[in-house]
């Protein structure tokens, strides 16, 4: 059962049109992030948020843009779609366990963004 | 910046049988987390397993463990009894304690056999 729910599951779109994905999460966690990923491939960190207000760009260079006004909503957006922005794009949250270690991310399902 | 390195894009295995997934990193920190993380095909990403750097004994959940070799930088999967459930893409990741950031290494595609 997931507890980070990410929208559209799929989207087909054409070029030059805005877009954002969006995802939520319920359990309060402060880190969220954004990674995308190539069939087969590996993710590559985007944008990250470390909490309200706070936003910073990943290690892959990436013309979207993210916002984190709620703790709970991490949306991202394209202005301008194009091809090759064709990916599976993976929203996660992480957060300290209760006895103070980092516990591993819970990913959503991800949405498969296609531009045409 | 850390590296994680998956030398087997892919593996297959009998079901009931035991197989080993291969993870390298590279790091200059001394206290990080090590994480493998499942893919089953078009379906969510999972957290099978976690090992603290700091921590010598190896990480065990029910039939996954991990063999943990913090001077060699290794951090290896061990999936024992293999069920058919078990085909998925599995990464390996490592997370520093600061950033919190992980970072994923190619993943090594399993595929149980019947």
């Known amino acids: 059962e997931a507890d980070i729910y990410q929208t559209p599951r799929y989207l087909v779109i054409g070029t030059g049109k805005k877009i954002t994905l969006e995802c939520s999460q319920t359990?309060?966690?402060?880190?969220m992030y954004w990674y995308q990923q190539d069939p087969g491939m590996e993710l590559h960190l985007i944008h990250y948020?470390?909490?309200?207000?706070?936003?910073e760009k990943g290690d892959l260079s990436s013309e979207s843009t993210v916002s984190r006004i709620r703790t709970e909503h991490f949306p991202l957006t394209l202005e301008s779609a194009r091809p090759s922005h064709t990916s599976q794009y993976l929203c996660?949250?992480?957060?300290?366990?209760?006895?103070?270690?980092?516990?591993?991310?819970?990913f959503g399902s991800g949405t498969r963004l296609t531009v045409v | 910046a850390q590296t994680v390195t998956q030398s087997q894009p892919e593996m297959s295995v009998q079901e009931a049988e035991t197989v080993t997934l291969s993870c390298t990193y590279d790091?200059?920190?001394?206290?990080?987390?090590l994480f493998w993380y499942k893919q089953p095909p078009s379906r969510q990403m999972i957290l099978v397993i976690r090992?603290?750097?700091?921590?010598?004994q190896n990480a065990t959940e029910n039939r996954f463990s991990v063999n943990f070799q913090k001077a060699a930088k290794s951090f290896s999967l061990k999936i024992s009894d293999s069920q058919l459930g078990d085909t998925a893409m599995y990464f390996c990741?490592?997370?520093?304690?600061?950033?919190?950031?992980?970072?994923f290494g190619d993943g090594t595609t399993l595929t149980v056999k019947p």
């Open positions: 790091t200059s920190e001394n206290n990080y987390y």
């Open positions: 090992q603290e750097a700091y921590k010598q």
């Open positions: 359990m309060g966690h402060d880190k």
């Open positions: 948020s470390y909490g309200v207000n706070s936003t």
């Open positions: 996660a949250s992480s957060e300290p366990s209760s006895q103070g270690y980092l516990d591993g991310y819970t």
């Open positions: 990741a490592f997370m520093n304690t600061n950033a919190g950031k992980s970072t």
